[in-house]
């Protein structure tokens, strides 16, 4: 399976990487705050990812990584 990796210390929740992702099941937010206090997004269910590397991309904090299933 794809692999998403969330670092969920430099998430500031701007959302960018859920709303870009083309999946709309994959990332979500947590419910406890990081130590920015921001409810960091974390991959929840990454049967459906494709591996496109749009959140990454997306993300202004460089918090994710992406790593296709080979
Ligand atoms: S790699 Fe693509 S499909 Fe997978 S979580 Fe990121 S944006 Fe969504
Ligand atoms: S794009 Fe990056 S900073 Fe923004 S919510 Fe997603 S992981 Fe957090």
Same mark, same amino acid.
């Given at each position: 399976?794809?692999?998403?990796? $969330?670092?969920?210390?430099?998430?500031?929740?701007?959302?960018?990487?859920?709303?870009?992702?083309?999946?709309?099941?994959?990332?979500?937010?947590?419910?406890?705050?990081? *130590? *920015?206090?921001?409810?960091?997004?974390?991959? $929840?269910?990454?049967?459906?990812?494709?591996?496109?590397?749009?959140?990454?991309?997306?993300?202004?904090?460089?918090?994710?990584? $992406?790593? *296709?299933?080979?």
């Amino acid at each position: 399976m794809n692999r998403v990796t $969330v670092d969920r210390e430099m998430c500031k929740e701007c959302e960018y990487c859920m709303t870009f992702c083309p999946k709309k099941t994959i990332l979500a937010k947590s419910s406890t705050v990081n *130590k *920015k206090g921001y409810y960091a997004v974390e991959a $929840v269910d990454l049967k459906d990812c494709i591996a496109c590397g749009i959140c990454a991309t997306v993300c202004p904090e460089g918090a994710i990584m $992406v790593e *296709k299933d080979v």
